[in-house]
């Protein structure tokens, strides 16, 4: 049975227009915070963010283990790219902070 939201008019929308409705505004919303943040922001922003992906790998792996301990082998392989993806965006984040920081560094002669 499809449950299906009930727009202001009182039109009937279905759950999957209304759910990548939100997931486009969410895209907006994010290119327009992400591009209006000033360069004085950008290095405690990243470590920001740093820490939001630490979390979340933390749920990832518990997505793999729930896998291995006789869930499905969607969360296993869907919390392994999470886990991979997440490292990457930890590590990168970690490589651009250590540059930005390096620029505000005075240079020896």
């Known amino acids: 049975m499809i449950i299906s939201t009930i727009a202001a008019g009182g039109i ?9 409705t939100i997931f486009v505004l969410a895209i907006a919303v994010g290119y327009y915070v992400v591009w209006s943040v000033t360069p004085a922001l950008h290095t405690p922003l990243m470590a920001v963010t740093n820490a939001i992906s630490s ?6 792996l518990i997505a ?3 896998g291995i301990d006789g869930g499905s082998s969607i969360s296993t392989w869907t919390g392994s790219l999470a886990v991979l993806l997440c490292a990457i965006n ?3 984040g970690f490589l651009v902070t250590q540059r930005m920081l390096a620029m505000y560094k005075k240079k020896s002669k």
């Open 12 to 20: 009937a929308v279905s759950p999957i227009i209304f759910q990548l």
């Open 55 to 60: 979390v979340i790998i933390v749920g990832a």
């Open 64 to 66: 793999v283990v729930a």
């Open 90 to 92: 930890i590590f990168g």
